[in-house]
């Protein structure tokens, strides 16, 4: 239905909605129908979560309510910008508004265009979807260089804006969260390249670069804006991303994964800067994901499992192979070879590279190839001739069909028999020697070059998609796969560095060609949307096969999974426990859905398969097969498949809504993830060997799990794995659950609601001597970035030995090692003695710019006494601030340079302020007046931080004296700001 907005009155509009079958809403509590209206100037768009205010004149968003929480979020938006090669296209006035069923579609014109903005809120959802779409009306060719989805300004809403990416080298961009008291909004756009503009709290500017040009006749339709809200749980989830950081991981090893391939030289201590989220935050965007990565179908119901040949090292492909996995009631084998035999990763075959394109055609051989490979091109060759050609060709003659090597059909035609379906993979970067016009260009015209100098072909170019396209399922068609993989570039990205030729390691490796349809050194946006394009092609025409994607799409983070139904993670695993930590980040910094992890069973001896197995069931919808594939050797392995795989398919739902339990894997000597739906589910719990004494577990019985809010609600909870039907507690909801896990152990247990007349019990409690282990406590409790700045008044003490903060919107706990207060300028001060460690103050949260100020007193002619200190991280940081003798100097990375003179050791008060400029100078203030003006820096986010304290917990000496009104603030104080600080107490 379309209404004219000159015609459009409140009453007529109102009377349409209903009359088209918009609900209203009866009780937030039970999930409604979204409602559509409007009153005034604003449509009204709403269901039991959120409600939208938009502004019929142009389009743009004006609040967003939380109506779980009661609270609104006001803000200024804009509807839609955009630029062509002739203008840019701003400040539309909607035309009319169409409704459909959970849309709205507000229309404009300009010039020869006509835009549809389309906003989408389904009844079960906590965030609302905007996109436009642009029509040229004379169905002409046109260009689009840029768009703005969103530009948010007077967001006095929210105290803090903070952009969130996936916490890799790679830094692909995932969401803001938009922060206030009680929670706040989450904001992102579902593309990987970002242009974005953030003006502090007060709001941001988001969009992206295109430069397309639009075929004539098409509609160039926009990647999606989104907008949702959650609520604080003041919980937190620290992460230094899939590698070693600050915080040391005692119980992991990453000897042996593919983590140093991330890295052109030495493996840094610290590869991405350290990140607390409150966990609702992470739950809010884990629920979006599931939206925008839907579960994909898989080629059997229940708990696939499939072997991969190459993690397994199966080169020699004897028919045992598949004998061995059809009694292990596994139905599925990818090749080690890539292709069908035809190649070896990560090196294209020759037989694709000279196959003739138009009209397909593959090179004839002599009917004997071998497979090329470690094991050798004769490995299960099953041949009787003692020479083997290996690619060797016939001149200019070609096959209309693509021909495994003899071995392979013989292998495939032995699954077939017996019911084991053979697939293969391949390498998205492929080169046609006879199409040269399709290759992606350097800047100096050199064709691009992958891995040991194999040369590439440009995925912006449509010709070599649509070729690329039919090969794929020229070979789908004739070997039907029910599995098939892509390893190796795709994307025009390094995100292997190490592997990159010249000085040249991570980062973009654009086309420079000028007959692909994209602007020289700019392909990013069309080869997205031709790979998109490919991949829902094979997944409409192939709907039950299983795609994975190992390299070659990572730097496209959570949003080159859409059409997959996973990919490899980050890097290559090493063992169990590095399948659960990879499956960790995936889940709370990409927030990727559970079915779309990926791990590999590997253990081989009864006991290191039967952990493996758990583990990978623990983390994924499926399993693949890697170097476990040996332990099925044993038919105490095959039957242990068999039972918990049976088990896993029954309870299968169950496995897809995972939240972990505790820190990340190889932090604490336990992890584990809970596995719940509405008043019932599962958990896992895991403990690595160690040195150290059994921990006890305490699990919160509450919503964190998952279950369903029910006070007064008893839940029984009993193992299922390793004694299964033992009751270990009944749990009244709102309690903590305790069990005490061995080391190297792996345990399910069962919830469930009690029978009626049940009485609590829980054997064991919190008086245990040792370690216990609290589920949802992280260091992000102490790191927690607080969303406006600090003041330490320092006039009370709370019995938790944590400064009363009195702080300029939320408190922020500072943590104390036994100093103790004393007199102070105003009221009391605090003073650190000799054997003091410092202060903990968290997470700052604050680079450059940035200002300090405090009272000091000491009575202590100090050499290097310690004031503000990191405690983690590498030694590289800036900022911090010591003293030597009568002056005040600052760390710079390389030097102490003095920033302030003419501090006294005569035991009087002293006023001081630093301010860290924008330019990466910093300045100091001794009483008012400026003293030294040097070059440094404020490195203060993603770290701990330390008042009084030696830097990284080991240089200098504690700070000896007495500090009064501590304040940190954003920004650069001025002079004259800094004059009215000397006279606040």
């Known amino acids: 239905m379309i209404f004219k907005k000159s015609n459009l009155s409140h009453l007529a509009l109102l009377y349409a909605l209903v009359f088209i079958g918009f609900s209203t809403l009866v009780n937030a509590d039970v999930l409604s129908p979204t409602k559509i209206s409007q009153e005034q100037d604003f449509i009204h768009l709403e269901n039991s979560f959120i409600a939208v205010k938009l502004a019929v004149k142009d389009g743009s968003i004006r609040s967003i309510s939380d109506r779980k929480l009661g609270v609104d979020y006001s803000f200024q938006g804009v509807g839609l910008e955009f630029s062509t090669l002739h203008e840019r296209i701003k400040g539309l006035r909607v035309q009319t508004i169409e409704t459909r069923s959970e849309k709205v579609i507000l229309h404009f014109t ?8 389309t906003y989408s809120l389904a009844a079960n959802d906590h965030f609302i979807e905007k996109h436009f779409e642009i029509k040229e009306n004379d169905k002409k060719s046109f260009h689009i260089k840029d768009l703005v989805l969103e530009k948010m300004s007077q967001a006095e809403s929210f105290n803090e804006i903070h952009f969130h990416d996936d916490n890799t080298i790679w830094h692909c961009p995932i969401n803001l969260f938009l922060r206030s008291e009680k929670g706040g909004c989450f904001a992102g756009l579902a593309y990987p390249y970002w242009n974005l503009e953030q003006q502090g709290k007060k709001g941001f500017s988001l969009g992206f670069s295109a430069n397309y040009q639009v075929p004539a006749g098409q509609v160039f339709t926009s990647e999606k804006y989104f907008l949702g809200v959650y609520r604080n749980e003041g919980i937190y989830r620290y992460s230094q991303g899939p590698y070693p950081g600050s915080k040391p991981n005692p119980y992991i090893s990453f000897t042996g994964a593919g983590v140093t391939q991330h890295f052109k030289g030495r493996m840094p201590a610290q590869a991405v800067e350290s990140e607390v989220l409150d966990w609702g935050e992470v739950w809010a965007m884990q629920k979006f994901m599931r939206h925008a990565l839907p579960d994909l179908p898989l080629p059997e119901k229940g708990y696939w499992v499939w072997q991969n040949g190459w993690w397994a090292k199966l080169w020699d492909i004897k028919t045992e192979i598949l004998d061995q996995l059809k009694q292990s009631g596994i139905h599925d084998i990818m090749t080690a070879h890539t292709w069908y035999g035809r190649g070896n990763h990560p090196i294209n075959p020759p037989y694709l590279n000279k196959m003739r394109t138009q009209s397909l055609g593959f090179p004839k051989d002599k009917g004997v190839a071998g497979m090329p490979g470690p094991a050798g091109p004769t490995a299960g060759l099953h041949s009787k001739h003692d020479e083997v050609s290996l690619d060797s060709f016939i001149s200019g003659q070609f096959t209309p069909e693509f021909m495994a090597p003899p071995a392979m059909e013989a292998f ?22 006879d199409r040269p016009e399709w290759a992606s260009l350097q800047k100096d015209g050199k064709v691009t070059e992958y891995l040991f100098g194999a040369k590439i072909d440009c995925p912006a170019s449509d010709e070599f998609m649509e070729h690329h396209r039919k090969l794929l399922e020229h070979v789908f068609e004739k070997y039907q796969p029910r599995w098939w993989g892509f390893d190796g570039r795709w994307l025009s990205y390094w995100e292997v560095p190490k592997y990159r030729p010249g000085s040249a390691g991570l980062g973009f490796d654009t086309c420079y060609a000028k007959n692909h349809g994209h602007p020289p050194g700019d392909n990013l946006y069309k080869e997205w949307k031709n790979i998109e394009k490919l991949l829902s092609g094979i997944r409409k025409k192939y709907p039950f096969m299983c795609l994975e994607m190992y390299y070659g799409m990572k730097r496209g983070g959570p949003w080159a999974m859409r059409y997959f139904n996973a990919d490899e993670n980050y890097y290559e695993t090493n063992g169990v426990t590095m399948n659960r930590f990879q499956a960790w980040h995936n889940g709370n910094d990409r927030f990727r859905p559970v079915y779309k992890n990926m791990a590999a ?6 006991k290191d398969f039967q952990r493996s197995l758990l583990s990978t069931i623990s983390v994924t919808s499926y399993a693949k097969f890697g170097e476990g594939f040996h332990g099925l050797a044993l038919e105490e392995n095959r039957q242990f498949l068999k039972k918990w795989r049976a088990w896993a398919t029954k309870n299968h739902a169950y496995l897809k809504v995972k939240r972990d339990l505790f820190a990340c894997p190889g932090f604490k000597p336990i992890d584990g993830s809970a596995h719940i739906i509405k008043d019932r589910g599962f958990f896992f719990l895991f403990s690595p060997a160690h040195k150290g004494e059994d921990v006890r577990a305490s699990i919160p019985i509450n919503h964190w799990l998952q279950l369903d809010e029910s006070a007064g609600q008893l839940y029984q909870i009993k193992e299922v794995y390793p004694n299964k039907g033992k009751l270990l507690a009944i749990v009244p909801y709102g309690e903590d659950f305790f069990y005490d896990i061995p080391k190297n152990a792996e345990v399910i247990l069962s919830i469930e609601p009690t029978t009626a007349g049940s009485k609590p019990f829980n054997k064991l409690d919190s008086a245990k001597e040792g370690q216990i282990i609290e589920a949802f406590s992280s260091e992000g409790s102490e790191q927690r970035l607080p969303a406006s700045d600090r003041h330490y008044s320092f006039d009370s003490i709370d019995a938790k030995t944590a400064t009363s903060a009195n702080q300029l919107s939320s408190a922020t706990p500072a943590r104390l090692s036994g100093q103790t207060l004393t007199g102070g300028v105003n009221d009391k001060a605090l003073q650190f ?4 460690k410092g202060v903990l103050l968290g997470d700052l949260g604050m680079k450059s710019p940035a200002t300090i100020s405090f009272w000091i007193k000491s009575d202590k002619l100090q050499s290097d006494g310690r004031l503000l200190s990191q405690l983690e991280g590498p030694s590289q ?31 009087v008060w002293q006023h001081l302020v630093i301010v860290y400029n924008q330019d990466g100078t910093v300045s100091g203030y001794l009483n008012g007046r400026k003293s030294h003006t040097v070059s440094a820096s404020f490195d203060f986010k993603g770290i701990k931080a330390g008042l009084g304290s030696p830097f990284l917990g080991q240089w200098g000496d504690s700070f000896i004296g007495i500090l009064d009104d501590v304040r940190i603030r954003q920004g650069a104080l001025s002079e004259k700001e800094i004059h009215k600080l000397i006279y606040s107490k």
């Not at 300009?110 to 903005?117: E, P, T, W, Y």
């Not at 003695?833 to 003091?836: E, H, L, Q």
């Open 110 to 117: 300009k010039h020869n265009f006509s835009i549809a903005l």
């Open 412 to 433: 495939y035609n032995y699954g077939k028999k017996i019911g084991v379906h053979v697939s293969s993979f391949s390498l998205p970067g492929l080169y046609f020697e």
């Open 601 to 606: 069973v590997i253990g081989k001896s009864p």
């Open 833 to 836: 003695k000799p054997g003091n």
């Open 877 to 907: 940081q800036r900022g911090a601030l010591r003293i030597v003798g009568g002056n005040l100097q600052v760390w710079n990375a390389s030097d102490w340079p003095v920033v302030v003179s003419g501090l006294s050791h005569k035991n």
